[in-house]
């Protein structure tokens, strides 16, 4: 297939997830300008592949796998713009471009774009602060998932570590984070209950199964350096209480640092 029919075949898609009027052969035709029969033989391969429903001839849909097809091609040019935009490329070309990027990178390659744009967006808001807290990241930060490294030390049992999993991960909503550790299943030691230091106190940190959550607004943040040297840490006072083999409950004071770089 043709570098140009996969085009229009992500073209197609993308235009069946307005579900609007719009969303029939000669709608999608007008809407992409091109031939109604160009985009009929698109539409039946397409059914085919078991993307597009055409149970009402003259009102195709997006089956389940279509949907799911067309959302992830939309993310991924979402994200690919995005890259391209902050790297200085006109939004006409970064939209062409992006396109092609939506069906040729890699899940590997848009996930490290994604990334970078993260980090990006991240040193806009905090590039004339040099200290601040995690409320201000929960206020100007997109809805969605981040992950930064981290790292625990401090007290005399420096392998907890090891009994997390990294990185850990940000989830920020509605203007509101929360940091998910991941307790791992470490045969040395295992990570029982958490608590963290927030208004000169220790609090418990909430359990889901295997994931505890701190609340991202107490993090307490310093910028150092400029520009490719630039390091952002934030850090947070812990209690942590697990066991050993021997199954007897040990408690550690330790600091949990975290980096956005």
């Not at 035709?29 to 698109?42: H, P, V, W």
Request: glycine share 6%.
């Amino acid at each position: 297939m043709s570098g140009q029919q996969e085009l229009l075949r992500l073209r197609i898609l993308l235009a069946f997830l307005k579900e609007d009027e719009t969303c029939t052969i000669m709608g999608i035709a007008r809407t992409l300008d091109e031939s109604k029969q160009n985009i009929s033989r698109a539409v039946i391969v397409l059914e085919k592949e078991g993307m597009i429903d055409r149970t009402d001839i003259r009102h195709p849909i997006l089956t389940k796998f279509g949907k799911k097809m067309a959302e992830k091609y939309a993310k991924k040019m979402k994200i690919s713009m995005q890259f391209l935009m902050e790297e200085g490329v006109s939004i006409e070309n970064a939209r062409k471009d992006a396109s092609y990027w939506a069906i040729h990178n890699s899940d590997e390659t848009v996930e490290i774009l994604e990334k970078t744009c993260q980090k990006n967006e991240v040193r806009k808001i905090i590039q004339h602060r040099y200290r601040f807290t995690g409320e201000l990241l929960n206020k100007k930060l997109k809805e969605g998932i981040y992950q930064f490294p981290f790292f625990l030390h401090g007290g005399s049992n420096l392998k907890l570590n090891e009994s997390l999993e990294h990185p850990c991960t940000c989830h920020i909503s509605s203007g509101r984070g929360n940091l998910s550790l991941k307790c791992t299943e470490a045969k040395e030691r295992t990570i029982r209950t958490m608590q963290y230091y927030d208004k000169g106190m220790f609090v418990s940190a909430e359990k889901q199964g295997d994931i505890l959550m701190i609340p991202f607004d107490i993090v307490e943040f310093v910028n150092y350096g400029e520009g490719s040297g630039q390091i952002i840490q934030g850090t947070v006072r812990l209690k942590i209480q697990y066991t050993e083999m021997n199954r007897n409950l040990k408690e550690e004071t330790a600091l949990f640092t975290m980096f956005i770089e």
